[in-house]
């Protein structure tokens, strides 16, 4: 047809400032970037050598563990050696181990941000020895992972700056059978300066709370959502809306809530199922001597760091 304009062309997505196109593969994300982006030209690829590119490691939504093409910890090992120890912020959500955990505490002491979500081959001991190399850290997420009091406190006591914790370990029911103010205990007596809690799911009691109040003087939110132990009325309520200025509440809305919070009928009975929400005892996992470890592309060695200057 006559008349008819042509397609505006594409930009040369190559050719964009340095600034930007490290802006982009900010918001890509590890995996993204060494498995893809830096293998598109000469200049990408020294963009994501930069190792301003890796103060910040982000490996999360990776619930999918066997549609993974590649293996995760060779990723995030290269990720860490890009950063040449200028990390402030991990996040890791669906895998990671004690070996993980050590790995960045031999090479950052600058982190500030640790988030660590449904990893449950972390131990008490892996965290413990790993936390007490991270003092800087103000921002600490255990969400989902098989951790004990143990490692709270090692976390109060590692890290004297700690401003925000999320510990998040929803079980799914309405109603326990289970009190359990540890958590409650450790934070109060280990993490004096926080000011961000985030403890849905969590089994403490009023008792608990109370501890909490009087251990953390300086805490502006509390996130109690799905806390059914807890019975926020009276004294104990006002005294939270008079010293908290943002205050989730048990039965609050779960809608802003990032991770899965439908509730089910029936009580919680304090098995293991209660700390493995997502089911993921049940798996099998392969290990890494497995030679079908679906974790490993055949070729995945061509994207090896050691094997010259177009890998890692």
């Known amino acids: 047809m006559s008349g008819m304009t042509a397609d505006p062309e594409w930009p040369n997505w190559v050719e964009l400032p340095v600034d930007v196109t490290a802006a982009i593969f900010l918001k890509l994300g590890a995996i993204e970037v060494l498995t893809s982006a830096q293998y598109v030209c000469s200049s990408w690829l020294k963009i994501c050598k930069d190792p301003?590119?890796?103060?910040?490691?982000?490996?999360?939504n990776l619930g999918d563990l066997f549609d993974k093409e590649f293996d995760l910890e060779k990723?995030?090992?290269g990720a860490v050696d890009r950063s040449n120890g200028h990390m402030s912020s991990i996040k890791i959500e669906y895998f990671g181990n004690d070996e993980i955990l050590q790995y960045i505490a031999d090479?950052?002491?600058?982190?500030?941000n640790l988030r660590l979500v449904n990893c449950y081959s972390i131990s008490d001991r892996g965290l413990i020895d790993s936390i007490a190399k991270f003092p800087l850290l103000e921002e600490v997420e255990l969400s989902y992972c098989s951790l004990s009091k143990e490692s709270l406190e090692a976390v109060g006591r590692s890290c004297p700056s700690l401003k925000s914790l999320k510990l998040n370990n929803d079980d799914g029911y309405r109603y326990s059978l289970i009190e359990c103010n540890d958590d409650a205990l450790a934070i109060a007596e280990?993490?004096?300066?926080?000011?961000?809690?985030?403890i849905f799911g969590n089994k403490l009691t009023n008792s608990g709370l109370e501890?909490?109040?009087?251990?953390?003087p300086h805490l502006k939110s509390l996130d109690l959502r799905h806390c059914f132990n807890i019975n926020l009325a009276g004294n104990l309520k006002k005294r939270c809306l008079e010293k908290i200025q943002d205050l989730r509440c048990p039965n609050d809305s779960t809608s802003d809530y990032e991770f899965d919070a439908t509730l089910q009928d029936g009580y919680g009975c304090?098995?293991?199922a209660d700390d493995d929400p997502f089911g993921m005892y049940d798996i099998e996992f392969m290990s890494d001597e497995d030679e079908d470890n679906e974790f490993s592309d055949p070729h995945f060695d061509e994207y090896d760091h050691d094997n010259g200057d177009d890998g890692w």
């Open 52 to 60: 301003s590119m890796w103060r910040t490691i982000d490996m999360h």
């Open 75 to 77: 990723i995030f090992r």
């Open 107 to 112: 090479r950052s002491s600058h982190l500030m």
């Open 190 to 198: 280990n993490m004096h300066e926080l000011r961000h809690l985030q």
């Open 211 to 216: 501890v909490i109040l009087n251990g953390c």
């Open 270 to 272: 304090g098995s293991d």
